[in-house]
């Protein structure tokens, strides 16, 4: 059964850094591109970045580009995200997604397989 699980989120300042983890399980890691999503409270679900199947590609929304870097290590299943100088504004539930047709680097969710649960990020001031 294929299973993706974030961890790593809770309650950070504003201006910390912290690092998401996502370990997937029942599928062939490396045939498929990951990303991160994130929700927050009234607003939809929102592309953050996505690194393709031999983690040579990333993409990155604009709002956090210059402060966030994805990466995998197809050896364990792991994929991570590590972003800078958090703010307010990156308060939310973090998901973790696998696309097998890698449309996810272009930011798109429609073509996502399978979603992890999620995991809640907030920012405080």
């Known amino acids: 059964q294929e299973q993706l699980v974030e961890s790593g989120g809770g309650l950070v300042q504003a201006g910390a850094s912290l690092r998401l983890s996502c370990a997937a399980s029942?599928?062939?890691?490396?045939?498929?591109?990951m990303g991160w999503f994130r929700q927050a409270p009234g607003k939809e679900r929102e592309f953050v970045g996505a690194?393709?199947?031999?983690?040579?590609?990333?993409h990155y929304a604009a709002s956090v580009k210059e402060r966030s870097t994805i990466s995998r290590d197809n050896a364990k299943n792991m994929v991570y995200l590590h972003m800078n100088s958090l703010n307010i504004e990156d308060t939310g539930i973090y998901y973790c997604?696998?696309?097998?047709?890698?449309?996810?680097?272009?930011?798109?969710?429609?073509?996502?397989?399978?979603w992890g649960q999620g995991t809640q990020v907030t920012v405080s001031s």
């Open positions: 997604a696998a696309d097998l047709r890698s449309r996810i680097l272009r930011g798109d969710r429609d073509y996502v397989d399978y």
């Open positions: 029942g599928l062939t890691f490396s045939n498929y591109a």
């Open positions: 690194i393709n199947g031999n983690g040579r590609v990333t």
